[in-house]
């Protein structure tokens, strides 16, 4: 069975502060997505990496894809408000999705 | 385009009632997903489909659950009959292939007294 641990399981922190959530698996995959809900809603694709050591921004988000393909990390720079929630890394292998175990984010003002 | 739709939003039965949940997937997408998510045990996935037919059962927790597609833009998710641990919100996803973005319609949930 494929699992993703993903830690810290929670994180609250003030605005300003920097972060990083760790999602670590024994398995190799394909790719790996980052995804982030907000309460109430589905989780929504924040970016995928593919290549071992692939790193990507989206503003203030830098995702890292581990040599191995086997874990990845998700930095958040200067966190605001906007970015509390629930992020979920999933693992892509035999036509579907692992989903981590999920890190929730609570930033205050 | 209106997304993955899911029906009802919300559902509050009682223990031993058939509950029948429905999704709606976004048109042209291949494989479809139905998940669990609770606060102990996250994201579950439960059963998929690729092409209308379904490729994994192996997260489906007991036979009181099943699930059919009988076309490419409906699909629905059977508990019969209910109990208070399938508490809980279920999520539909649609993808292009199996292992691209997954697009979560908003979730139903569901509480068994």
């Known amino acids: 069975t494929q699992l993703l641990e993903q830690s810290p399981q929670f994180l609250s922190i003030q605005e300003g502060e920097n972060l990083t959530v760790y999602c670590n698996s024994s398995s190799v995959f394909s790719s790996l997505q980052w995804y982030r809900q907000e309460p109430g809603e589905g989780p929504v694709l924040l970016v995928t990496v593919v290549t071992g050591g692939e790193v990507k921004k989206l503003k203030r988000l830098t995702f890292q894809f581990g040599d191995a393909r086997k874990d990845s990390s998700l930095h958040i720079t200067a966190a605001q408000p906007g970015d509390t929630g629930l992020y979920l890394c999933a693992g892509a292998g035999f036509q579907k999705l692992v989903f981590g175990t999920g890190t929730r984010l609570l930033v205050s003002p | 385009d209106a997304g993955v739709i899911q029906s009802p939003r919300h559902e509050v039965t009682e223990m031993g009632q058939e509950v029948t949940l429905r999704c709606k997937p976004i048109s042209g997408h291949n494989s479809l997903f139905w998940y669990r998510q609770t606060m102990m045990r996250g994201l579950e996935l439960l059963i998929y489909?690729?092409?209308?037919?379904?490729?994994?059962d192996s997260g489906m927790p007991e036979d009181r659950f099943s699930a059919k597609m009988p076309n490419a833009s409906f699909s629905t998710l059977k508990i019969q009959p209910s109990e208070p641990r399938d508490s809980a919100v279920y999520f539909c996803?649609?993808?292009?292939?199996?292992?691209?973005?997954?697009?979560f319609g908003p979730g139903t949930r569901l509480t068994v007294l």
């Open positions: 489909f690729n092409n209308n037919v379904p490729i994994d």
């Open positions: 996803a649609s993808s292009l292939r199996g292992e691209g973005e997954q697009f």
